[in-house]
């Protein structure tokens, strides 16, 4: 059974930083692409960025470009996200989630694991 579990998320200001950490278990990390997603209160869950099985090739939304960076560390099965420059907009609960295979995906029909999600909240 595969489990993920983010952590990291809380309340920042406007042009703050945070850092999400997922820890996967359950199935081999390496061997699967990994993803961030989010979800606003009202809104679709919608995609933030993706990582490859080895993490070579990376893939964002167009509204986290150049702001926040995906990474993965296959020692410590875990997933980041750090995010710069948080805007009141990213508001939302963020998901992590394990592709089906190894390429980098924003289809959330290719994820086949999510976890529970964590909040984060940017005030103005």
């Known amino acids: 059974q595969v489990q993920l579990v983010e952590s990291g998320g809380g309340l920042v200001q406007a042009g703050g930083s945070l850092r999400l950490s997922c820890a996967a278990s359950?199935?081999?990390?390496?061997?699967?692409?990994m993803g961030w997603f989010r979800q606003a209160p009202g809104k679709e869950r919608e995609f933030v960025a993706a990582?490859?099985?080895?993490?070579?090739?990376?893939y964002y939304a167009d509204s986290v470009k150049g702001r926040f960076t995906i990474s993965r560390d296959p020692a410590k099965n875990t997933l980041y996200l750090q995010m710069n420059i948080l805007k009141p907009e990213d508001t939302a609960v963020y998901y992590c989630?394990?592709?089906?295979?190894?390429?980098?995906?924003?289809?959330?029909?290719?994820?086949?694991?999510w976890g529970q999600g964590t909040q984060v909240t940017v005030s103005s």
């Open positions: 990582i490859s099985w080895k993490g070579g090739i990376t």
């Open positions: 989630a394990q592709a089906r295979g190894a390429g980098t995906t924003s289809r959330e029909y290719e994820y086949d694991y």
């Open positions: 359950g199935r081999t990390f390496s061997s699967y692409a």
